[in-house]
Structure formats: C-alpha cells, structure tokens
C-alpha cells in the first residue's frame, strides 16, 4: 500500500498519536519512584543513569554545634544523556525543603537511597539541566553507617569512601561521574574552613561569621570531596615546581606536627621520580583530632588521624610510609579514578606498592620480604576477601566494607608479579604511562591489562586472568620456593600496632 506521507496523516491519527503520548507519560509520572543505579557489581543502587554532572556547587553553613545538621544548598550542572521524565540523586540522612529544576520548583520523593525528582518539563537527551537542592547536611552518624562527615574534637570532616558521600550531600555517588567541585563554608568566628582545590574568596559575615570558598581545577569523585571545618591553623610550603602545599592542623598541636609536615615536599618528588609530574594544582595533610581507624586520600587533602603523628608508638619510617600511601593516591584513584568498584585493586595495590617500594629505598625495610610474605597468606586472603579484581560484596555494618588485605598487600603483590614477569623496565614505564594516559578519568582492569600487554610487547591475558581473578594464587615468576603458610600463631608479644590505609 502506498504510504501517507507524514504531513497528510489524518488528523484523527494524529490525535490518537497524540493521546497515546499523553497516555505514556501520565503512566509514567503516576508510578512510583524507585531507587535507581549504574549496575556496579559491589553497590548496585549506587549512582544513576540518564545523565552526566558536570559540576557541583556546595553550600554548608555550619552552626558551631558539630552534633546538628548543617543548612546546606547543593546545586548540580549536569548534561542529560536520555530522555528523562523524573532525576535520580543518591542521597540519605538528610531532609530535603526544595528543589529546583532550571530554576522551576519540581517534585520530588524518596526511593531507598534516592532522592527522585520529578520536572515540570521531561528533560531531553543532550540537553543541559541545573539541579538545586535546599537540604540539611547531618554529621550525627546513621545507625550501622559509617562515613559522612566525621566529628572531630573541634569540628567537622569528610570521610566519603566508598559509598557515603550520599549522607552529605545530593549527588551522582559513583567514581565512573566525576566533575568540577565549588566549596563554600559559612563557619562562626574562631573557625577556619578548608576543602579541595584552591580557595577562591573569604567574606565576612554581618553576624561575625565568614563564608570561604573552593574551587578544584580538576575533576573529581564524589567519595574524595572534603570540607574541615574546625579551629585550625593552616601551614604552607612550597613543593616542587612551585607546587602549593598546604596543611590543616589543630592549632593546638601545630608545633608538635610541623616536623612531620615539612616532610611532604621531598615525597611528593620521590613520587614524581617514579610516576611524573604531580597531577593537581595544590596538596596537603589534613590532620583531624578524631578516631576513624583509618586514613583517606581525598583529593589535594589527604585525611589523617592527629594521633597517626603524636603516638610514639608508630615507627618514624612507617608513618613516613604511610603518608606515602595516600600521596600516591593522588596519582592512583584521585586522577586515575576506578571504572567501578571492582576495580578498588588499582587504587590500593598501587598505593602498597609505592608505600613499600619508599619504607624499601628510605628506611631499608626489604619489599622482596614484604612481598614473600604477602605470598604467603595469598590464598587466605583471597578466600576471605576474594581475588583482588573480583573482591565480595561488603557486608551491611562492616566497618571495613570493601577494604580488606586482598586489594592491599594481595593487590600489590599482583604488580610486583607483574614486575617480575615483563621487567623492571617495561613495569616502570607501564607506570607512567597508565597515570599520564587515564590523568583526570576513569579507567578499568581492562584498561590496564590492555596497556600492560601493549609495553610488555606480548598478550598478557592469561597472567592477569590467573593473578587476578584465581581463588588461588598463581606461582610467583621467578620465585618458585615461595610457598603458601598456615596462619601465624597468635602470642603475648604483640605486633606492631596497625593503621587501616584507603
């Protein structure tokens, strides 16, 4: 039959046509809103589809009292990638008074850990959008939760990984989104606010409080935001190339904590000698007076328990060590970030690797030794934790989630595998290539078995197929005396006292 041509169809069809539309986005408006995301194998809920943010836009004004919620605004720019009836934000443990879509109040409602909002207007693929969210930001920890904001003896901090930057503020919370972030923090007199990037402005309050502002030039996820907001002082130096370093302190202890401080210039060009040049514009440590069990390497401003620094019981050449561990996540997860989570093993094992390879050359504490030993509790680890490029899902409550000795020492092990199979050479340039390759994105397992197999001149899929997703670990090239060992026994004596490292 010949067809209509579209222009002549009956104005009856068209009507149909017409209704029908109508039809399909009423139903679609009146279902009920459900928690959305990306499909990461660990957190599945985590992030959402349909668009891609751009940047974000932070307001918190903090009240003094670090136990009540914080009156926040968070606006997002973000640039949509299919037609959009209603907007997917993860965000919990706060209440929501308002929110804006391309300046037009829209409505919105809770799903899980969803905050789904619906436009007066669907928003069309490839279009531009401009989310506001009028909030409250609570520091008191959710039950069974860990994360968030973090109390300090004097204020506030931020300890977002891996999947809680949620509980601060409205967001896209999965690595695979990163964009631009602009900080402002409204703090009472006697207070100094600090966050990622440069600052951009102070300005004075008429009710004596002060307003600063941050802006990073360079993208980032959302677990790697940071705000500190307490009675600080803040130090700076100058690191290589004229590199802004600045570190956050509690006044109090900002004699005590200097000689560890000035430390950080001569780190960041060990790591430079290694990897290449610094990726961001500025860097510092963020010491906080509080208890985590862990450290965290947030974008420009590492996080650090005070006490990392002031208990006499840390060695001096492992709390070196581990100020090392997160520098080197400035390189490895920050610019480099994972794909998804599964990919955690790039981040930490990385992260191992340059801690040990600097207690190595520094304080002559043999990464051969390290690495026999890793070896050794290998096969434990994997069953407790997984392989290190396919690690368990985290339990509910566990503290520690995700980040366990198999995407450590297990992960580093990997690499130091990979050393001894395509050599020294080949791995140093592998190196640098991946981080100057991959520098402010993303990238997988995939990504790295592929440049690996590229430098090394051969296909290295059956090595990374055994080393990183085997339930039992491979024979280490070159060492074929390293054996697996039964779990050491437990004595009186006691250990050295440990420290988790993100």
């Known amino acids: 039959m010949p067809r209509t041509p579209r222009s002549r169809a009956p104005r009856r069809l068209k009507a149909a046509f017409l209704a029908s539309a109508v039809s399909v986005c009423l139903l679609a408006a009146s279902a009920p809103p459900t928690a959305l995301g990306v499909g990461d194998r660990l957190f599945p809920e985590l992030g959402n589809p349909g668009y891609d943010v751009q940047s974000y836009d932070l307001s918190f004004a903090y009240s003094g009292d670090n136990s009540k919620p914080l009156r926040s605004v968070t606006t997002i720019d973000a640039r949509v990638t299919e037609d959009l009836d209603r907007i997917n934000l993860d965000f919990a443990h706060g209440t929501v008074d308002s929110v804006l879509v391309d300046g037009v109040p829209a409505e919105f409602a809770t799903a899980g850990e969803d905050l789904v909002v619906t436009p007066r207007t669907p928003l069309a693929e490839g279009s531009r959008t401009r989310i506001t969210v009028h ?13 968030g904001w973090v109390r300090t003896a004097d204020g506030l901090a931020m300890a977002n990984q891996a999947d809680v930057a949620h509980l601060v503020f409205p967001c896209n919370d999965h690595p695979s989104d990163k964009a631009l972030f602009t900080i402002h923090v409204t703090a009472p007199e006697g207070y100094t606010a600090v966050a990622n990037g440069l600052p951009d402005g102070v300005a004075a309050r008429a009710t004596g409080a002060t307003t600063w502002t941050y802006r990073t030039r360079h993208p980032m996820a959302t677990e790697l935001a940071q705000v500190s907001i307490g009675r600080s002082t803040v130090l700076h130096r100058t690191g290589p190339h004229g590199l802004p370093v600045r570190d956050v302190v509690p006044t109090a202890d900002r004699e005590a904590l200097e000689p560890w401080l000035a430390r950080t210039p001569d780190q960041i ?12 514009e500025t860097y510092g440590v963020l010491a906080a007076s509080a208890t985590t069990g ?57 992260a191992t690797w340059y801690e ?38 985290p339990q509910p ?21 990979l050393r001894q199979e395509i050599g020294t050479p080949a791995f140093e340039g592998l190196e640098r290539a991946w981080v100057r390759d991959h520098r402010d994105s993303t990238a997988s397992t995939a990504d790295f078995e592929r440049l690996a197999s590229d ?15 085997d339930p039992k670990t491979p ?28």
Request: aromatic share 14%; net charge neutral.
């Open 135 to 147: 909030h409250t930001s609570d520091p008191v920890s959710e039950k069974g939760r860990d994360g």
């Open 269 to 280: 060009a060990w790591m430079e000698s290694k990897v290449g040049r610094y990726p961001f």
């Open 294 to 350: 862990f450290e965290l390497e947030t974008q420009t401003l590492s996080l650090f328990e005070k006490e990392l620094f002031t208990d006499p019981a840390w060695p001096q050449w492992y709390v070196e060590s581990v100020m090392v561990h997160e520098l080197s996540h400035q390189w490895f997860g920050d610019s480099v970030s994972p794909h998804s989570w599964s990919d955690l093993w790039l981040n930490e094992g990385h």
């Open 356 to 393: 040990a390879l600097y207690a190595d050359e520094k304080a002559h504490k043999s990464m051969e030794a390290r690495m026999k030993a890793a070896y050794g509790a290998s096969d434990r680890w994997r069953a407790a934790g997984g392989p290190p490029a396919l690690p368990k899902p």
């Open 397 to 417: 409550g566990q503290k520690i989630g995700i980040f366990r000795s198999n995407v450590y020492d297990g992960a580093a092990l990997v690499l130091y595998a």
């Open 455 to 469: 430098i090394a001149g051969r296909d290295l899929s059956a090595f990374f197929r055994a080393w990183l997703y």
């Open 475 to 502: 024979p280490m090239p070159g060492h074929a005396d390293w054996k697996q060992q039964p779990p050491p026994r437990t004595t009186k004596t006691g250990t050295l006292p440990g420290t988790a490292k993100r």
